[in-house]
């Protein structure tokens, strides 16, 4: 299983990927089992990386069913980021450093 770690100095929550395919990728986001297209992950990613160059922009992950599953959004030098679950919608406002090892964790794109 290959998990994703968003944290501040504070809290830090994960997803979890449980099964991924070339057409499907399984996600656990507390608790809550998400499907979400491969296609859905790598644009998430692309957005993740141009918003993290440029300081400014938002990534969103959306299943299957065109529900967001986790929002990565880019304001100068902090982040906010919503994971969306049966828990409900768990939010964090992090330092843009914090998020270098999340980029390393999705992997960057160009």
């Given amino acids: 299983m290959h ?30 089992r998400e499907v979400v297209t491969t296609a859905n992950y790598i644009s ?19 299943n299957v069913q065109g529900e967001e599953v986790l929002n990565i959004e880019y304001l100068g030098g902090h982040v906010d980021v919503q994971l969306i679950g ?6 964090l406002t992090t330092d843009q450093s914090y998020m270098t090892p999340v980029l390393a964790q999705i992997g960057i794109v160009e």
């Fill in 3 to 32: 998990q994703i770690q968003v944290e501040n100095e504070s809290v830090s929550y994960r997803v979890t990927i449980v099964e991924a395919d070339r057409a499907f990728l399984i996600l656990d986001v507390h608790g809550r």
């Fill in 44 to 62: 998430f990613a692309r957005d993740l990386t141009t918003a993290h160059r440029r300081l400014s922009g938002v990534a969103q992950l959306l």
């Fill in 86 to 91: 049966d828990a409900g919608i768990r939010t």
